[in-house]
């Protein structure tokens, strides 16, 4: 009986000092720290994605307005197209790195050739000339690569050639680079991924190139400005 009372007093005891011992700050600048759910370290900030505040749509004319959307609506048909092809291209470069045999990876290339043929064709025959000419470049702001560089590493030399040639007839260059640190066009087009990115209209996939938006935008200013 006098164990029990012996050790409740001592349990009552414990307590009683965690009631009168103070809350201490976790280090002596007491700095007020953050617990992320699923992190054991303790954090006096977080880390936030970038972000881009986006001012209103100022134009200096209904022409540059139109112009606008009108491209705003093509770019969003088509980036998905590019997306696309980045990820087909990425996956076709890490399973060649394991394949051997050059006569493998031959075959394997054509294998992936003849599927993405099936898998855009239908569609990509139902683009405008200028949808087409904006895939161009967005397939190049995605891989770092022109679509006739693409087509010369998956097929031959000769039909690339072809490729460029019967893409020309329709005033598409599949050299076409996409470049909008000097082309008003191109820094549009950004500007309209950006937005759209930011509104979830479309999956994120950031560039391969080396250009920074902001900077962009303090270079071009009103997004109607002409070059």
């Known amino acids: 009986m006098k164990k029990t009372i012996l050790f409740l007093f001592l349990v009552n005891l414990v307590f009683m000092g965690y009631a009168q011992i103070e809350e201490q700050p976790l280090d002596s600048i007491?700095?007020?720290?953050?617990?992320?759910?699923?992190?054991?370290?303790f954090r006096n900030s977080i880390d936030l994605d970038e972000v881009y505040l986006f001012g209103k749509l100022k134009?200096?004319?209904?022409?540059?307005?139109?112009?606008?959307?009108?491209?705003?609506?093509?770019?969003?048909?088509?980036?998905p197209y590019a997306k696309l092809a980045a990820e087909r291209l990425e996956e076709l470069n890490d399973s060649i790195t394991k394949i051997k045999k050059k006569r493998h990876q031959k075959r394997y290339t054509k294998e992936i050739q003849q599927f993405i043929e099936e898998e855009f064709s239908a569609e990509?025959?139902?683009l405008t000339r200028t949808e087409g000419q904006i895939l161009v470049k967005l397939i190049y702001r995605q891989t770092g690569e022109t679509a006739f560089e693409l087509v010369k590493e998956l097929r031959s030399g000769w039909r690339a050639f072809w490729y460029n040639t019967t893409a020309s007839m329709f005033n598409i260059s599949l050299k076409e680079l996409f470049q909008p640190e000097t082309v008003h066009e191109d820094y549009l087009i950004e500007d309209i991924l950006q937005r759209a990115f930011t509104d979830f209209r479309l999956e994120r996939q950031e560039s391969v190139l080396d250009y920074d938006y902001a900077q962009l935008s303090n270079k071009w200013g009103d997004v109607g400005k002409k070059q």
């Open 30 to 41: 007491k700095e007020k720290m953050i617990i992320i759910e699923g992190d054991s370290i």
């Open 124 to 126: 990509l025959k139902k």
């Open 59 to 79: 134009f200096s004319s209904y022409k540059d307005k139109l112009r606008y959307y009108i491209l705003r609506r093509k770019t969003l048909k088509v980036y």
